[in-house]
């Protein structure tokens, strides 16, 4: 039933499913490609809409890339401004810690323009679910307790009670709320940046 | 009849899960909640689909010797077809599933059914076939990530029915084994009391 396994046949078919199989996937890559970056760009703009007060102007636009730790002037956070009636109401910041327990996890962090936190919110992770994973669920004393504090004015020290710190951790869930400790640190450490820039 | 029990034998005689034990890896580690268990599923499903049709239809014009690399460029090339819609209209689910939908390039159910059915079966039993063995990993999967979520979660379908906190350990890797193998023992019971 299949045909002889020639040398000639076998290159034949192999480059011709291949070809094949590389144009179907690029079609659909065209495809998708829109909806991809649109889902992206949505994601974000969710981010940003639950972390600042109400605002008129598409922050996602105005993105600024900020410098975390100026020793290390290579890596930057992006920083999305929200503006009502062209005044500042708060800064999204966008930060990443590499200490979560299963990899990485990204967080929007809100401050309004004196350094206060207006809220928080989990973009991206892979913490164990039932367990780290409940740094996403914003109704959780965990979350909420970083919600109007001062992060920038030194008043807070921001680690956990078990390292000295003034942060409640998760129950069972200390290294995620290290890591989430450290995010915060980073995204207090942007918010300065954007001060000094200016 | 005959048409009917390629489907029927996908779900119950063979099915992947509890009974040819294939395709484990995603099986275990993406079942954390009915959801992303049926996700994984009818992800799986698709590509199933997809690759038996097409490798029924190419494979008179394949030669032997060749045979596996075709279907494994067949077989990656509709997982990544999946994987980019998946992206574009569900980022929710691709975002947990994550690396497993790459991953279901590797299962063996797919390949098992291309070398073991599709290559010498027509479009439509090898379709059929398709759908019945996609349908058998899925309600294996959902099954096995409902019992993991009720019990661990205590919630189903994401729907929480209690404010306390379950039983922790089915949500983590220990409980996937655990619900697994129960379970497959009371699959094989009912079908062996079937006969």
């Known amino acids: 039933m299949a045909i002889k396994s020639s040398l000639l046949n076998m290159v034949l078919v192999l480059t011709l499913v291949c070809l094949g199989a590389s144009a179907a996937v690029a079609v659909v890559y065209a495809v998708t490609k829109d909806p991809i970056s649109a889902a992206e760009v949505a994601k974000k703009n969710n981010a940003i809409k639950e972390v600042v007060p109400e605002f008129d102007n598409n922050p996602y636009e105005e993105a600024l890339d900020i410098i975390a730790d100026l020793n290390a002037p290579e890596k930057t956070n992006k920083v999305y401004p929200a503006k009502k009636g062209g005044q500042i109401v708060g800064y999204a910041v966008e930060s990443t810690t590499t200490k979560g327990f299963g990899g990485p996890f990204t967080i929007m962090v809100g401050f309004t323009p004196d350094g206060a936190v207006y809220n928080t919110s989990v973009i991206s992770h892979s913490e164990t679910p039932g367990l780290g994973a409940k740094i996403t669920d914003s109704k959780s004393g965990f979350i909420t307790q970083w919600n109007g504090k001062n992060l920038t004015d030194g008043s807070l020290n921001i680690s956990v009670k078990k390292d000295g710190g003034d942060i409640d951790a998760i129950t069972a869930s200390t ?9 915060m640190q980073i995204a207090a450490n942007v918010f300065n940046n954007i001060s000094t820039e200016k | 009849m ?19 034990v294939l395709g484990m890896c995603p099986t275990l580690a993406t079942t954390t909640s009915a959801i992303n268990g049926m996700g994984m599923g009818l992800a799986t499903m698709a590509v199933l689909l997809c690759s038996n049709i097409v490798i029924s239809l190419l494979a008179p014009a394949i030669p032997n010797k060749v045979r596996i690399p075709c279907y494994i460029v067949v077989i990656a090339a509709f997982v990544t077809v999946v994987q980019l819609v998946m992206q574009a209209f569900t980022p929710g689910l691709y975002e947990t599933l994550g690396i497993f939908i790459p991953l279901i390039v590797v299962n063996c159910i797919v390949l098992g059914r291309a070398e073991a059915f599709a290559n010498k079966h027509g479009i439509i039993d090898s379709a059929l076939d398709g759908i019945g063995t996609g349908i058998g990993f899925t309600i294996a999967l959902t099954c096995i990530g409902l019992v993991r979520e009720v019990l ?6 994401d729907h929480k029915f209690s404010s306390s906190d379950g039983m922790l350990v089915f949500v983590l890797a220990p409980g996937a084994f655990i619900v697994l193998g129960y379970l497959m023992v009371i699959f094989n019971k009912l079908k062996a009391h079937k006969k």
């Open chain 1, 175 to 183: 290294i995620s709320s290290r890591a989430f400790c450290d995010a």
């Open chain 2, 2 to 20: 005959s048409k009917f029990k390629y489907l029927i034998d996908g779900i119950v005689k063979n099915n992947p899960t509890f009974v040819l």
């Open chain 2, 152 to 157: 661990g979660n205590l919630s189903a379908f």
